[in-house]
C-alpha cells in the first residue's frame, strides 16, 4: 500500500525545510524528499553574511544542518530519494521516487533552480575563488577591485550595478551589442563610472592558478581574443529550474518556473510552489525561507478547507 501523508514537500533547500517547520508546528505529518544533501544550494557558501541572525555570519552547511535540525524536531521525516514524477488525481498526488511512492493532500515544491552555466573551462575549477553565481552573497570579497558581470539581462545588470559599491571596475561581458535588462536599469548601468562594456563578446576561459586572475574574452564578430584582468567573475546568464517532474501537472513559465500567486499557490489547487523553483525567486536564502513559510500556511489552510 501507498503511504498517505497530509502533507509531502519536495526539495529539502531553505524553502523546503522552513515550510517543514510550519507544516510539523500544526501537526501535520510531513515527509520531505530530497536527493542531495538536504540544506539546498546554501550549503555550498563558505560564508554566509546575510542571513539573518547571524551577526558573524554562519557556514552555509552548518546554516543547512541546523535548519533541518529544527524541522527534524518537530516530527518532520527526511526520504533521501530522487523525485521521478508527481501524478495528480483529483486532490490526491502520488510522487513517484527512486525510494518508493507516496501519496498526499497537499504538495509544496521547493526542488530550486541551479544557475545555467557558462560551460568554459576554468568556471568550474575556480567556483567559490572568484567565480561566483550571486553577486549578493559574494560581492562584498571584492572591495577594491576588478569584476566581470557576465550576461546582459536584469540580473546582470542589477548585479553589475551591485557591485559597483564595492569593485573598482566591473565589466560587462555580453554576447549582444545591446543589454536585454530594463531600460531604467541600463540607463543607470550606462551612466556609472565604474561600469564598462565588452560588446559582441563570449567568454572563452576563466584564467586563474587556484583563484581567478583573468577572464578570456573572444568577439563573435571577428573571432579576436582579448584577456581582462581581474579577479571576480560573477555569471548571470539565467537559472534552471529543477522543475521537469511538475510539466503537465502545474503551469510553467517557457524557462520552466512555476507560475504562483502571491500565496505561493500554482494553477493546481493543492499544490503549492516555494523558492527559486518558481517565477520571479530572487534567489536568496532567506527569500525563499520566507516563501516556504508562505506556501506551508497557504497548505495548511487548503487541508483545513478540505476538511468537513
Ligand atoms: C555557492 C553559493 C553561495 C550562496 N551564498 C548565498 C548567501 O551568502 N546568501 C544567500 O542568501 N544566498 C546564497 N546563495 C543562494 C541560496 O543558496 C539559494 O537562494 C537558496 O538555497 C535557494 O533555496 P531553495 O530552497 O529555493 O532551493 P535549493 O537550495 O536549490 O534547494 C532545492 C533542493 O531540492 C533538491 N532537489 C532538486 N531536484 C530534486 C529531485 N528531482 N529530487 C529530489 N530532490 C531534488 C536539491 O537537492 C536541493 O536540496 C548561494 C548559492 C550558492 C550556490
Known sequence: ??????????????????????????????????????????????????????????????????????????????????????????????????????????????????????????EEELLGRGVSYCANCDGAFFQGKEVAVVGGGNSAVSDALFLTKMAKKVHVVHRRHQLRAEAILQEQAMASPRIEFVWDSVVERVEGDGVVSGLRTRRVDTGETSLLPLSGVFVAVGSVPATRTLKGVVDLTPQGHIVTGHMMETSRPGIFACGEARQHAVRQAIASAGDGCTAAIAAIRYLQEQTP
Do not use: W
Not at 544533501?37 to 554566509?48: E, H, K, N, P
Not at 551577526?55 to 516530527?75: D, K, T, Y
Not at 486532490?91 to 526542488?111: E, K, Q
Open 1 to 122: 500500500m501507498v503511504e498517505k501523508y497530509p502533507v509531502i514537500i519536495l526539495g529539502g533547500g531553505p524553502a523546503g525545510l522552513t515550510a517543514a517547520i510550519y507544516t510539523c508546528r500544526s501537526q501535520l505529518k510531513t515527509l520531505l524528499v530530497d536527493h542531495g544533501l538536504v540544506g539546498g544550494q546554501i550549503t555550498l557558501a563558505d560564508r554566509v553574511e546575510n542571513f539573518p541572525g547571524f551577526p558573524q555570519g554562519i557556514n552555509g552547511m552548518e546554516l543547512g544542518e541546523l535548519v533541518h535540525q529544527q524541522a527534524s524536531q518537530f516530527g518532520l521525516e527526511t526520504l533521501p530519494a530522487e523525485v521521478t514524477e508527481v501524478v495528480a488525481s483529483g486532490d490526491v498526488f502520488t510522487v513517484r521516487t527512486s525510494n518508493g511512492d507516496f501519496r498526499c493532500s497537499a504538495l509544496i515544491v521547493a526542488l530550486g533552480a541551479d544557475h545555467q552555466k557558462l560551460g568554459v573551462p576554468g
